[in-house]
């Protein structure tokens, strides 16, 4: 990929690592991304990676049935984005890339509280960061954690992993003639209302003028393939 990108934050859904039938966690998904980030980091990019928390609990929902606030509801949310980054620490771990998980919300026991001078230290020494605990706050999503971390660690880009190969013009599941965008600027997607991640972290992406680059989980070798250009992607850029 062009734009003289080298050190990149993925920002993957919780799903991502969950099974086909749905389950949470599996084994072989985690395997499966962990080979895809060797692969990437094997290119020469830097990665730090910020997970949801989706496949487990998404607070807003949750506090919707009633029976739980939305700042106890959001701590869940953030729980679960630790144990998801540990789960994927130990994988790459696994397949040879030194990783480590920092996380938002102190827990030392666990696990090394994020700051940004460690962080960037891990990351000038070839280390995967693996940002957990959002924000650190409820109300927050961790699209905008994703967009707070790169724009903090010096990050080229955020690549937003989803489950489409980019940003269209419609809904392409149910819109047959939506076309997708090689390349944009933020003031087009503001412009044309596309959704390329949530509106705060959309926001802080274009006064950082941060590169967003949208592409899909399920290629092959996805994010190596599509840091390397040769899988489809969408980039917003200034
Ligand atoms: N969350 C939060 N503050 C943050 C980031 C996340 O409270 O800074 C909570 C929130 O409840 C959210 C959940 O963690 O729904 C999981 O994150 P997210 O929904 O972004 O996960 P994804 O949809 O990407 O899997």
Redesign the pocket.
Known sequence: MADNIKRVLVKL???ALAAPDGYWLYAQTLAHLATDLAETTGQGFELAIVI????I????RMSQAGWIDRPT??????L??VMNSLALETALNAAGVPARTMSAVSMPTICETYARQPALHHLDRGQVVLIAG????????????AVLRAAELRCDAVLKATQVDGVYSADPKSDPTATRYDRLTHDEAIARDLKVMDMAAFALARENRLKVIVGSVHAPSSVAAILSGASPSTMVAP
């Open positions: 859904s919780g799903e949801g928390g989706g496949n609990v998404r607070g807003a509801a959001d701590s869940m949310g953030m679960a984005t959002g924000t650190g706050n409820p109300f927050f999503t961790t699209d905008t954690a």
